[in-house]
């Protein structure tokens, strides 16, 4: 079945790029996403890739999809302590807006 | 701005009791979700609706049932909760089966003792 796969963390200092990474399965998906979780709160869509694109730009936010290697990454540009965070990949199923989350990255900014 | 609210932020129950979870949203979105989030695992899809009185099944429906009878309002039951039903549990909701967004609640955290 459709799996989407991430390393479960990442620290990095302040003023330096994060990049977290996601691996997926099902070659058929139409969009991929980037939620964030702040703590104590729900998800928020950060960005998405329509598949037939590889790179899509957002600010200090940049997203690389590798259809090839079913391989997408989420770099974030000079890194702030608010960038502190659990970050979700996932994918469209087609069946009724499902998506297919990872398991979350957990993002440590130290100062 | 889209608001979907859930009616209890943290929640402690007994092994063996009827558990309600209610999830309101505000912005008329068809599609609504219930899902649990535990660490290392990530979200997996309890159930879904995508229209009034309408549901289906996610990856992990054993142990639960979902009710929704106006469209604003999707709820999760535990018909008899267990231990191994201590999770975070978050619902969602999406305008359209299209949309790219899903919107999501603050969570419950449930405590099964």
């Known amino acids: 079945g459709e799996d989407v796969e991430q390393s479960l963390f990442l620290s990095v200092r302040e003023g330096d790029s994060s990049v977290i990474n996601c691996t997926y399965t099902?070659?058929?998906?139409?969009?991929l996403y980037w939620y964030k979780q702040e703590p104590g709160a729900g998800l928020q869509l950060l960005t998405y890739?329509?598949?037939?694109?590889d790179m899509k730009q957002d600010q200090r936010l940049t997203v690389l999809l590798n259809k090839k290697d079913k391989h997408l990454s989420l770099r974030i540009a000079d890194t702030q302590t608010g960038d502190s965070a659990i970050y979700f990949c996932?994918?469209?199923?087609?069946?009724?807006?499902?998506?297919?989350f990872g398991q979350g990255t957990e993002l440590s900014v130290k100062p | 701005d889209v608001k979907v609210t859930q009616s209890s932020r943290y929640l402690v129950k007994r092994t063996g009791e009827k558990v309600f979870l209610e999830c309101v949203q505000d912005?008329?979105?068809?599609?609504m979700f219930w899902y649990r989030q535990d660490p290392g695992l990530g979200l997996r899809l309890i159930y879904f609706?995508?229209?009034?009185?309408?549901?289906e099944k996610g990856d992990i429906p054993e142990g639960y049932s979902v009710s929704r009878e106006k469209k604003e309002r999707f709820s999760l039951i535990l018909e008899s909760a267990s231990t191994n039903q201590t999770s975070m549990y978050l619902c969602?909701?999406?305008?359209?089966?299209?949309?790219?967004?899903?919107?999501f609640g603050p969570g419950t955290r449930l405590t099964v003792t």
């Open positions: 912005m008329d979105h068809e599609n």
């Open positions: 996932a994918e469209s199923s087609g069946q009724g807006g499902k998506l297919i």
């Open positions: 099902d070659s058929s998906s139409t969009y």
């Open positions: 609706s995508y229209d009034v009185k309408m549901k």
């Open positions: 890739i329509f598949s037939n694109m």
């Open positions: 969602a909701s999406s305008l359209t089966s299209g949309s790219h967004e899903q919107y």
